[in-house]
């Protein structure tokens, strides 16, 4: 079973095989292709997820530009995590952190200037 987790390098990974009968009449090669098998099938059928280290950026925004800007994130490579509606609408935006710049500089484009970004910090997200 590890073999299999190493050979598809993935770390940070518990893996359990319960056995409801004794195997020996699989012997040990049967047995370890028997766990092997069904750990592969199960990453396969679950797949793999991945952490990526993200900016969390509050944005607020009047409501009448706020519909533009949903739509705009929305269609962009950051990840909207949530709208709060109140005087103004609050966005909660996830942005890797490799791409912190970028995000401040596309957003100057798509509000003109108007909408600034506070980095709340850095939060792992987990991506497929």
């Known amino acids: ?3 299999v987790l190493a050979r598809r390098d993935l770390t940070d990974v518990v ?5 409801w009968f004794g195997g020996t009449k699989l012997g ?4 370890i292709r028997a766990y092997s098998g069904v750990l592969a099938e199960t990453l396969d059928l679950v797949g793999e997820l ?11 925004s009047p ?16 990840r909207l995590q949530g709208i709060e509606y109140g005087a103004e609408a609050m966005f909660t935006v996830a942005v890797a952190e490799h791409d912190a710049d970028s995000f401040e500089a596309w957003l100057a484009t798509h509000s003109g200037g108007a ?3 506070v980095d709340t910090g850095l939060r792992d997200l987990y991506l497929p």
């Open 1 to 3: 079973m590890l073999e």
């Open 15 to 19: 893996a359990v095989v319960s056995r």
């Open 28 to 31: 040990a090669g049967g047995l």
């Open 50 to 60: 991945r952490c990526v280290r993200h900016h969390i950026f509050l944005l607020e």
């Open 63 to 78: 409501h009448a530009r706020s519909g533009r800007l949903e739509n705009d994130l929305r269609n962009s490579a950051y």
């Open 115 to 117: 909408i600034a970004a």
